[in-house]
C-alpha cells in the first residue's frame, strides 16, 4: 500500500511534512510518495533517515496557499501539490492522501478528481473530540457551513460506518447538536432533521445533545453543520490551550508548586496528549470516493505522522466502500 503525502501543505511546509510522512510510512507499514517541489522536497530527505522505506518523490511546481480561494486555485493550479496527490489516488498510485494545506482546496479538489461516493449528496469532516468516556466523533467539522437537512442524515450514516471500521464500536449511538435536549428545541434546520433521523433505520438515534454533551461522550457520534461543528472544534481547541497555559503557569508560580510538577509532570503529558489534535492526526473527508484526510494547518512531523496512519487504516478498512454500501442501503 502507497500513502500519497501534500508535501507543501500546512503552516511550516516541507521542513515538518517530509520527516513526519517518512515517519508515518515506517510505522504504518506503507509506501510514502511525496508530491511537491523536488528540490525543496529532496532537501528535507537528505536530513531524514529513509532506511527501509520506500520514498518516491513526484514533482509539483504549483502550490496552492491557505489564503486562495479553493475551487479557483483547484482550476488555476492543475499540477498543484494537492490536485496531483488527489490523482495519484484517483489513478490507483496511491491508496489515498494526506494535506495540511488549504482543506477548502482538498475538498474541491477532492470532489473535482475523485468525485463524490454514488448515493451521496455532501461531503463531510469528520474526527474525534477527546472525551470523559471514550471518544466523540463529530461531523461535519466544515465541508458543508450550510446543508440541507437530508445532507445531516447522510453524515449520520457515513458516521456510523467511520465509527464501526475505524474507531471499534459496535453499534454508535448518534445524537443531533442543538441548544437543549427537548425534541422541540434548536432553530428551523435542527427542527426539520430531528424527525428525518429519528426515521432513519439501522441507526441509534438518541436525540438532541448539546455542547457539553460532546466532551462528556454522552454519545458517540455528534452530527452538525459545517459551520457550527467549525466553531465547535476551534473552541474546543481553543480551551484546551487555554487551560494548559493556565495550569503551566499557576504550576511555576511558586518553588514548591514546580516540585510537585516535576513530580507529576508524567500524568500531565498523558493528559496533554489526550487533549492534543496531533495524536489524532488528520480528519478524513467522508463522502468522496477516494480516502483523502486533510491534517490541521498547524501539523508538526507527529501531526503528519499520525495522518498517514489515519489514511492507511480508512484505505484498509475499505471505508469507501462500507459507506457506498450504506449510503444505497439507505436509499
Do not use: W
Not at 90 to 113: E, F, I, R, T, W
Not at 202 to 218: A, L, S
Amino acid at each position: 500500500m502507497r500513502i500519497a503525502v501534500d508535501a507543501m501543505g500546512g503552516d511550516i511546509g516541507p521542513s515538518v511534512v517530509v520527516p513526519g510522512a517518512v515517519a508515518g510510512a515506517r510505522s504504518a507499514g506503507v509506501g510514502v510518495t511525496l508530491v511537491g517541489r523536488a528540490a525543496a522536497v529532496e532537501a528535507e530527505l537528505a536530513k531524514v533517515d529513509r532506511s527501509g522505506v520506500d520514498v518516491r518523490v513526484v514533482d509539483a511546481p504549483d502550490e496552492i496557499g491557505m489564503d486562495e480561494h479553493p475551487a479557483q486555485a483547484i482550476r488555476r493550479k492543475p499540477r498543484s501539490s494537492i490536485v496531483l496527490a488527489l490523482r495519484a489516488c484517483k489513478d490507483g498510485d496511491a491508496a489515498g492522501m494526506v494535506s495540511a494545506g488549504n482543506s477548502g482546496a482538498v475538498m474541491a479538489g477532492a470532489l473535482l478528481v475523485l468525485g463524490r461516493i454514488p448515493g451521496v449528496d455532501r461531503p463531510a469532516i469528520a474526527s474525534y473530540l477527546p472525551a470523559k468516556r471514550g471518544r466523540t466523533l463529530v461531523l461535519d467539522l466544515g465541508a458543508v457551513a450550510d446543508p440541507k437537512p437530508q445532507n445531516l442524515v447522510q453524515f449520520a450514516i457515513m458516521g456510523r460506518v467511520y465509527a464501526q471500521r475505524i474507531l471499534g464500536v459496535a453499534n454508535p449511538t448518534i445524537g443531533l447538536l442543538s441548544n437543549g435536549e427537548e425534541p422541540g428545541k434548536g432553530n428551523l434546520f435542527v427542527q426539520e432533521v430531528y424527525p428525518l433521523l429519528a426515521a432513519t433505520p439501522g441507526i441509534d438515534f438518541r436525540g438532541n445533545v448539546e455542547g457539553r454533551d460532546v466532551p462528556m461522550g454522552t454519545v458517540d457520534i455528534v452530527v452538525t453543520d459545517g459551520f457550527t461543528g467549525n466553531v465547535a472544534l476551534k473552541t474546543a481547541e481553543g480551551t484546551a490551550a487555554m487551560m494548559t497555559d493556565f495550569i503551566r503557569a499557576e504550576l511555576t508560580a511558586t518553588l514548591p508548586r514546580k516540585l510537585a510538577a516535576y513530580l507529576l509532570r508524567p500524568a500531565f503529558r498523558a493528559v496533554r496528549a489526550r487533549m492534543d489534535p496531533g495524536e489524532i492526526g488528520g480528519a478524513p473527508l467522508l463522502g468522496v470516493n477516494g480516502t483523502a484526510i486533510i491534517a490541521h494547518g498547524r501539523s508538526d512531523a507527529r501531526a503528519i505522522e499520525n495522518a498517514v496512519k489515519v489514511a492507511r487504516q480508512a484505505a484498509a478498512e475499505d471505508l469507501v466502500g462500507g459507506i457506498a454500501a450504506a449510503v444505497g442501503g439507505s436509499g
